[in-house]
């Protein structure tokens, strides 16, 4: 009701309040629902409420949670006063969560769990096995859950096997806010249910934050569920530097999947703590590439001065993609050991040295070149690798960076070394690459140059995703795991318009998800891959003839 006399009307309901006549002050109230009415009128009506005794404010308060009030700050306040006057009133708050209408029931439920009223347990697991409304359902979990009674973990079990999502994510919960060592069990024993109890279950895990829960946590970066295996990674890296022991424990003794994640989520958490354990690990010459690539990306995004002579190893790697992840992180670690060891690997003039020049430049590094452009070995083994083998774009930014330290005779050597054929691709395929690496987003861009392709990339996902349902390539290669939205996720947005036929869907990845074994061979889970929506896996490492035969299987000339 707009123009209400406010002094009037406080001076009234006081008068009722006094007089503990709740009819007349309910019908002084509803004037407090309209939306007209300035939010100073209604906020001081809620102070002399506050005033009241407590035989006359409950009813009032009953009353008010069945009217409309628009201003938040209003029904903020309104529960506020609700908090205030439920303290210590047990009894009342039972009456009220389970005989009244539902709007003041789902109120006086969350007041129940805030204040920790833990006599009103038997009636929440009352409510929870008898009660078919969702909302009550799962305000009555909530609250039960914020009372932590580890009896009541058999209650929030048997609720996970609701259909509702909603209410079985309240269940899982309110098993995580009850916490301990039975909890963090029980959640893990969600694990691989089905999707949607699979990224509550590691959510709900990740909020207990004890150590149990944490080596658990950890321990689900060895799943073979790619879901769990991201959530995981995604709440360790918003856990930062806490969870760096438990991650560098786990490392010791990992199986070579789990150890590559391990590496990657320690890289992405970026804790200067973590860089002893690296070290260790390469210095273990570990025979899988896919381990030493990860702990090369790791030291790039760790600077430190200890790793100068685990990376100038890196750069003589005999495989390329380590190398490339090796210089990347060289030019993050700059340091006079560092240079002295490039320098020596350069000078030997070898194959090494040449693969070592070339894995610098493929990959774009710049700081490293102000060191060795006055070393006459290094310039002729960029030479060589600028004009035979490196893509014009690589081409042009070294060229540019060499620029930038006064290589000028060099550039106009280059020059006249490269021997343009004046053609431009007869391969008119359109190729997306989507991997959050960019060091390997140089690579395929390197090879697909190479075999005659100009492929679009892209480092986030969320960027790839309205470009490919907008243009429609010819073929998308995707990593799988990436932070955010993995390989899987992005091919479930490109399969929601497209076929595997409208657009083949190659995933290049370490992992063993699509692997299965049979009498000892190691095969392609073909149903698994159908079901996914992908086209065709590459495992990494992969050499250029792999590369070459799995694009030309899509793409014919």
């Known amino acids: ?78 529960y506020e006063l609700i908090l205030d006057k439920a303290y210590g009133n047990t009894d009342l708050v039972i009456n009220y969560i389970t005989q009244n209408e539902k709007k003041a029931r789902l109120l006086f439920l969350k007041a129940a769990g805030e204040l920790l009223l833990t006599d009103t347990a038997p009636v929440l697991q009352q409510i929870i096995v008898e009660d078919k409304d969702k909302d009550i359902l799962i305000a009555a979990t909530a609250s039960l859950g914020n009372l ?6 058999s209650i929030f079990a048997n609720m996970t096997s609701q259909p509702d999502n909603e209410v ?41 934050q004890d150590l149990y829960a944490l080596d658990k946590l950890t321990s689900l970066l060895s799943s073979n569920i790619t879901i769990v295996r991201d959530t995981a990674i995604d709440h360790l890296m918003k ?60 030291m790039e995004r760790i600077p ?37 060891g490039l320098r020596n690997v350069v000078r030997e003039g070898s194959s090494e040295s040449q693969n070592a020049v070339a894995a610098l430049i493929d990959s774009e590094v710049s700081n490293i070149f102000n060191f060795l452009a006055e070393e006459e070995t290094f310039m002729e083994l960029a030479k060589t690798h600028i004009t035979t083998k490196a893509d014009s774009a690589t081409r042009a930014t070294f060229l540019k960076q060499m620029k930038s330290i006064g290589q000028k005779e060099f550039i106009e050597n280059i020059a006249r070394k490269v021997i343009e054929n004046g053609k ?42 309205p470009q490919i349902i907008q243009r429609k390539p010819d073929l998308v290669i995707t990593d799988l795991n990436m932070p955010n939205i ?38 392609i889970n073909d149903s698994v891959l159908t079901k996914s929506g992908i086209n065709k896996i590459l495992h990494k490492p992969f050499t250029d003839e792999d590369f070459k035969a799995a694009i030309s299987n899509f793409l014919k000339p």
């Open 304 to 340: 430190s001065p200890k790793t100068a002579i685990c990376l100038v190893q890196g750069l003589q790697d005999p495989v390329e993609a380590v190398r490339m992840s090796a210089a990347r992180a060289i030019d993050k670690n700059l340091s006079k050991a560092l240079v002295a």
């Open 148 to 153: 932590r009674l580890p009896e009541s973990l």
């Open 424 to 465: 431009s691709s007869d391969k008119e395929a359109q190729i997306f690459v989507v991997d959050d690496s960019k060091m390997m987003l140089k690579l395929y861009q390197n090879k697909l140059t190479a075999l005659g392709y100009k492929p679009l990339i892209f480092n986030r996902p969320e960027d790839a995703i």
């Open 486 to 523: 993995s390989g899987l996720e992005l091919t479930r947005e490109i399969r929601k318009k497209y076929t595997r036929q409208d657009i083949p869907i190659l995933m290049i990845t370490t992992q063993s998800d699509f692997v299965e074994e049979k009498d000892g061979d190691i095969n």
């Open 239 to 298: 856990l930062g530097n806490k969870a760096t022991p438990i991650l560098t424990k786990a490392s010791q003794n990992a199986e070579a999947d789990y150890l590559i994640h391990l590496l990657t989520t320690l890289g992405y958490i970026g804790d200067p703590a973590a860089i002893a354990s690296i070290i260790d690990i390469v210095n273990t010459q570990p025979k899988d590439a896919n381990i030493r690539q990860a702990a090369y990306e790791a």
């Open 1 to 78: 009701m707009s123009g209400i006399n406010t002094k009037e009307f406080i001076k009234e309901l006081i008068f009722c309040l006094k007089e503990e006549d709740v009819v007349k002050a309910k019908a002084l109230l509803q004037f407090v629902s309209d939306s007209d009415v300035d939010a100073d009128v209604q906020r001081k009506a809620l102070i002399e409420l506050a005033k009241a005794p407590e035989n006359v404010v409950f009813p009032l308060l009953e009353y008010l949670t069945k009217i409309d009030i628009s201003n938040p700050k209003i029904q903020e306040s309104l």
């Open 168 to 208: 079985k994510r309240a269940a899982i919960f309110a098993i995580s806010e009850t916490g301990g060592n039975d909890a963090v069990d029980l959640l893990m024993g969600f694990i691989g249910k089905d999707e949607e109890a699979n990224k509550f279950a590691v959510e709900a895990l990740a909020d207990i």
